[in-house]
């Protein structure tokens, strides 16, 4: 269901135009005789300005035998354009010779839709987004400052992590950074490396990140399961967040509110990578695999089943989809999602090295100091130190 939703939020976010309409209205019909039955200067002027445009003087003229004999011949025939109309609007009775699924798509328009949203609307927002998460962690250090320490250091550790808990967590984080790099450079290398660093230093980037890309992508597959089965236990959600929630964390005052291994913000993060990590991972295999991993067609069809389009006042979501259709919806949503993802995890990033005193120490060495776990997480201290004394009385034989 979770997933239904967010792939019809891509679709709303798709189908709104780059450049605000002025009105949403149809073109009226107006006299084409002076261009003989083709579009108008007026069509063209709609168009740009973000309008409907009525195509039935299109459609309902192919003209010639474009519909059931395309292409021009010793006898005559459609001309170029009443074939491409004819194919534009699926009124010609035509088949292919190849069998691969490409292919048998003549034309396909969504393609500049899916271009203009990837240079305009994503690169915007999502750029914002990532400088807008940076700048205001820097103004919360400026006003905050590092949360530090209530006391001295004790000089005694407990074990936070242990190692194999660490190898997942640097697993997974660090082929996220790569994943994170490289799809950034493949979306802003051309308008911003190509223009200035030359056009050969761009593409030798895109080659490379490409194959960075497609292969850590499995790491970062790997790392998510290990994460989830590793600390799902931990992260089930209960009462105790409500007053760690209630008092901001200790982030903001002097209050430090019981937490056990990990605290409501940390439960918060967790279920952000695996929830968004998993679609991420989901979206980015049916991009290595688009004629056996579909899933936009499926889960449109879902969603009309559902009646949620007509619940927002939509047209029934298309269910009919070429593999080049599914690829655009998917590397839309791949990206939108890697943005929010990114953006969570700089966050998580501050927190976990400047924003903090000793929290890194939690998956650098795997220890922590006592005072910096009674000062974060006193509950799930508490339960060490029990398990601790527990430990030899277990250890002594019986009499």
Known sequence: MIRHLLVLL????????????????????????????????????????????????????????????????????????????ALRFNKADVS????????????????????????GPLATYGGWLLLGTIGALLLFYLLRGRIRLDGTPSGRTVTRFEAFERFAHWLLAGSFVLLAL???????????????????????LLTASKFIHNNVAWAFIVGLVLVLVLWVRHNIPNRTDLTWFAQAGGI?????PPAKKFNGGQ?????????????????GLSLLFPFQLPLFAASFGHLNDLGVPALLGMDPLP??????????????????????????????????????????DAMGTGEVDEVWAHQHHSLWLDEVKAKEAEAPKAATPAE
Request: glycine content about 12%; overall charge negative; hydrophobic content about 45%.
């Open 319 to 360: 269910v009919a989809l070429a593999p080049q259709e599914e690829m655009q919806l998917a590397q839309l949503w791949h990206a939108i999602v890697g943005f929010v993802l990114m953006a969570i995890i700089i966050a998580h990033i501050y927190i976990g090295t400047i924003g903090m005193e000793g929290a890194f």
């Open 96 to 119: 292919v010779s190849t069998g691969d699924d490409v292919a048998k798509v003549l034309v396909q328009d969504g393609g500049m839709r899916w271009y203009h949203f990837r240079k």
């Open 182 to 204: 490289t799809g950034l450079l493949t979306l802003f290398g051309r308008m911003f490396i190509a223009p200035h660093l030359g056009k050969e230093l761009n593409a030798t």
């Open 267 to 283: 439960k918060i993060i967790f279920w952000s990578v695996i929830l968004l990590g998993a679609s991420i991972s989901v979206s």
């Open 252 to 256: 903001i005052g002097n209050k430090h």
């Open 10 to 85: 891509t679709v709303i976010l798709l189908a709104a135009p780059v450049t605000a309409p002025a009105q949403e209205t149809v073109s009226p019909q107006i006299d084409r005789s002076a261009t003989g039955g083709a579009q108008t200067l007026e069509d063209i002027l709609r168009r740009q300005r973000g309008e409907k445009v009525d195509e039935r003087f299109r459609s309902d003229n192919i003209g010639g035998d474009a519909t059931s004999a395309p292409g021009l011949g010793p006898l005559g025939g459609a001309s170029d354009p009443e074939l491409w109309r």
